[in-house]
């Protein structure tokens, strides 16, 4: 199955920024016992890429050659760069979703406990851009149904917070309040905690975790 942008001459240049790749013969589908599968692997390095290098600065070959693969089998499982991003940033935030569910699910913990345990998380990653800062640079490669995908995908990460914030209010753990509006407050602080200035105040993510949980207890405790 050859790929319909390989049609066009060398040097040619898509709409995503990236080169098309003159006409050849499908690569198949690679298996290699001793790896994770294709699809998975560029999926799992190009998230890590985009995180640390922002959209614009990272291309299907650096993806490729990071991987061990052609470009041409970046393209058999992502028809270009904003499909791949897109992809890559929905597995990033489902795994963000299904860590933060496994720590809030816990019993027998306050939910600030859990929520420290989820920053400490949160904060472990190596994360260099900002996820506005990135959706904002990625935003004019993308198409409304991209834009739309990656958003919904972030907005269950908020929709599960605020099911646990509203539990604690009923609860009386923590003040009445927005429970939505608590979990967007919680995230944007993580965020701010990423930035590598913050980091490279505290000697490790569960020191910087503290301080940001009780900035954010003050407000809802």
Known sequence: MSNPHD??????VRPDGEAREPQRRSPGRPRREDRMPVRDEILKTASVLFMEEGYEAVSLSGIAERCGVTKASV???FEGKPALFTAAVIRMLQLALAGTRRVLDQEGKSLRLRLQEVA???????QHIEFEALMREASHYLDDRQRTAIREAEQELHDLLSLHFAR???DGEIRKGDSMLMAHSYTALL???NRQAAKNMYASPSELAGPIMDMFWT???
């Open 191 to 193: 965020m701010i905690g």
């Open 120 to 126: 400490e998380r949160r904060l472990s990653r190596i």
């Open 168 to 170: 604690a209010i009923a």
């Open 75 to 77: 393209y058999y499982h």
């Open 219 to 221: 407000g809802v405790g």
């Open 7 to 12: 049609s066009a001459s060398n040097g040619a």
